[in-house]
T-cell receptor, first 113, second 115 residues
Framework: SQQGEEDPQALSIQEGENATMNCSYKTSINNLQWYRQNSGRGLVHLILIRSNEREKHSGRLRVTLDTSKKSSSLLITASRAADTASYFCATDNSQGGSEKLVFGKGTKLTVNP | DTEVTQTPKHLVMGMTNKKSLKCEQHMGHRAMYWYKQKAKKPPELMFVYSYEKLSINESVPSRFSPECPNSSLLNLHLHALQPEDSALYLC??????????????FGDGTRLSIL
C-alpha cells in the first residue's frame, strides 16, 4: 500500500531558483528517506531523517520532518540543471517492526538552464 | 558508477523463455532487495533477503523466483512471464537491517521487455 504522497507531481524551475517538494504519509514512522532518480538510472539515497529529528542538511539539501502533521519537505537551494530528476520520499512503518521501505509517487523536477 | 551491479542492463524475452537477472554488491551488505518499477511510477518491493534468508515476499507470482547464493549475490529467475511484467527491475542493498533504518544502495536496473 502507498505510504508517502509527494506534491507537486511535477515542478519546473529556472537554474538558481530553489525547489521545494513535499511528502505526506499515513502511518507512524521510524525514519523517512529521500531518494533521487535520474532518467533510466537507479535511485540514489539523499538523506535519512529519523522520527525524533526535525531538520537535516546535506550540502544544498534541507529536509524537514513534522511527525504531528505526518509530512516532510525537501528543499534544494540554488538549483542546477543537473538536479533534473525524479525525487521520491520513502518511509518505513513503526508498527509491527516493518522491514519494508515504501516509496511515494514522486516529484519530477525539471531545472531549466 | 553504482556500487550495486546489475546484469544484463536490457533483456527482451518471450513468454515461454527462462532467464535470470543478476545483482552483485561488494560492500559487505547483508540485506538485499528486488523492486519492480513501471514507467512514471515508484519502485514496488518484491522480495527482501536478510543474511541470505528470504524475509519478505510481497505476494509475488511464482513465475518470479529469487535466489541468494551468497552474501554478495542476488538472482531473480524468470519463467513464463506475461507482457505486464515488462518493467525496470531494481536491486538494492543495505548494511544489515532491512527496511527504513539504513540507506539503500540501488543498481541501475535491468529493463525487461516481454514479447
Amino acid at each position: 500500500s502507498q505510504q508517502g504522497e509527494e506534491d507537486p507531481q511535477a515542478l519546473s524551475i529556472q537554474e538558481g531558483e530553489n525547489a521545494t517538494m513535499n511528502c505526506s504519509y499515513k502511518t507512524s514512522i521510524n525514519n523517512l528517506q529521500w531518494y533521487r532518480q535520474n532518467s533510466g538510472r537507479g535511485l540514489v539515497h539523499l538523506i535519512l531523517i529519523r522520527s525524533n529529528e526535525r531538520e537535516k542538511h546535506s550540502g544544498r539539501l534541507r529536509v524537514t520532518l513534522d511527525t504531528s502533521k505526518k509530512s516532510s519537505s525537501l528543499l534544494i537551494t540554488a538549483s542546477r540543471a543537473a538536479d533534473t530528476a525524479s525525487y521520491f520520499c520513502a518511509t518505513d512503518n513503526s508498527q509491527g517492526g516493518s522491514e519494508k521501505l515504501v516509496f511515494g509517487k514522486g516529484t519530477k523536477l525539471t531545472v531549466n538552464p | 558508477d553504482t556500487e550495486v551491479t546489475q546484469t544484463p542492463k536490457h533483456l527482451v524475452m518471450g513468454m515461454t523463455n527462462k532467464k535470470s537477472l543478476k545483482c552483485e554488491q561488494h560492500m559487505g551488505h547483508r540485506a538485499m532487495y528486488w523492486y519492480k518499477q513501471k514507467a512514471k511510477k515508484p519502485p514496488e518491493l518484491m522480495f527482501v533477503y536478510s543474511y541470505e534468508k528470504l524475509s519478505i515476499n510481497e505476494s509475488v507470482p511464482s513465475r518470479f523466483s529469487p535466489e541468494c547464493p551468497n552474501s554478495s549475490l542476488l538472482n531473480l529467475h524468470l519463467h513464463a512471464l506475461q507482457p505486464e511484467d515488462s518493467a525496470l527491475y531494481l536491486c538494492a542493498s543495505s548494511q544489515d537491517s532491512p527496511g527504513g533504518y539504513q540507506p539503500q544502495h540501488f543498481g541501475d536496473g535491468t529493463r525487461l521487455s516481454i514479447l
